[in-house]
């Protein structure tokens, strides 16, 4: 078969399947490909990424205009638009047709639900920040009514993996900007969400500012954790008095540990709860009586 100049190579392939004439070549379930006019896809409002590089755009358009379009977009037909349709998937691709001035682009035609598709395709592309990631998640979520443990279905990653992203939702505004800024890895972020108060993240940003790595991190936790004395979960000396000092020392060695622990509840037996119960009661009686 004579292939025709200046097709995709996806393009060429499929007119290679048809002009076979072999039915048998498509199963029934296989993805129905359409050519598109370009103004006539439209990007999805709530698609996961939100930062598209012009630079790696321009690269990547200068891919496509050498090597054709190797992977078509992912799209599904506007209900209300006839001949219409939304990205699934494949903004970055789409938009660089654009800047090359092509009229039409491939498309897949799907019937998924869109949401999920675009998540998890960008997901294993690594296209995502951390924060994006983290906001798309909690998209899915919310739309769903999602559980935890459905939304980690649906991605293909544990519960514990989507419970550490979704901690990135709990950093402040400033500390968020200046992770981007940074360029901080997914784990990078998670410790600093994990930190015990505004006084330890910024203790740990000043870290990652010098270039500390995600083990430093751990570290400089851990250390926290245990500073001033033993750590939570050593029973205090018998012949420790009972002054303000002391109680003052126990609090500040228990109150990180309570911290993360309130960030990321685990389940608690009776005899746990039990002695939380009577350290809350403890507490109550001193607050009331000073």
Known sequence: MKLQKGKTAFGRAMDDVAARGDGSLISREFPRLIEVEHVKVQPRADQPRRHFDEDALRQ???????QGLLQPILVRALADRRGEYEIVAGERRWRAHGLLGRATIHAIVTTGEADEIALVENLQRVDLSPLEEAAGIQALIDRHAYTQEAAAGALGWSRTQVNRVLKLLTLPEAVRAECATLHLSRNAMVELALAAGEGEREHLLSLLRRGASVKALREARAAGAGQGGPTPTQEPEPDTAPTP???????????????????????LSKAQRAQLERLRDGLARILSSH
């Open 60 to 66: 990547l358009a200068d891919s496509i205009d050498k």
């Open 245 to 267: 000092k002391a109680l003052s020392s126990a609090v500040a060695r228990l109150e990180p540990l309570l911290t993360r622990f309130a960030a990321d509840p685990q389940p």
